[in-house]
């Protein structure tokens, strides 16, 4: 089972696990620990919510055992069972997490801006292929 210790003293096993040096790993822990009582309060103060905020489960992990179960979830998409075991987690604290620790995470990486852009290079490009389509017809 990984600890926030075994990941200091063992910065390899961030590069393995989650595809991203360990100094990147440490930074998007920051960010997540700064940004996660805003998403928080977000998520417990909205209007449609059926529960006082503050309502239901604390999480029993630090911050950087959920950042990492969830990066190293997103890379090896192995089962939430086989997840949460390698972080002293149960398969509803990665399934909370997924709706906790993501959001949080997703602003921190640069992914979505990328598929951003491919998603509209796609889009410029399907016209001319039409035309291609059309004219062969």
Known sequence: MFTETILHEHPE???AFMGIPSKVFWEIV???????PEFDSERLDRPDRQRKSG??????????LRVAAMLTYLRLHAPPIAIAMMYGMTQPDISRDLRRILPVIQSVLPCPQVWKIL???EQALEPAEKLETSALG
Do not use: F, M, Y
Not at 30 to 36: F, G, H, T
């Open 13 to 15: 096993i961030i590069k």
């Open 119 to 121: 998603e509209s290079a």
């Open 30 to 36: 920051e960010i997540a620990i700064s940004k996660l």
């Open 55 to 64: 309502a239901g489960r604390d999480c029993d992990q630090p911050i950087a």
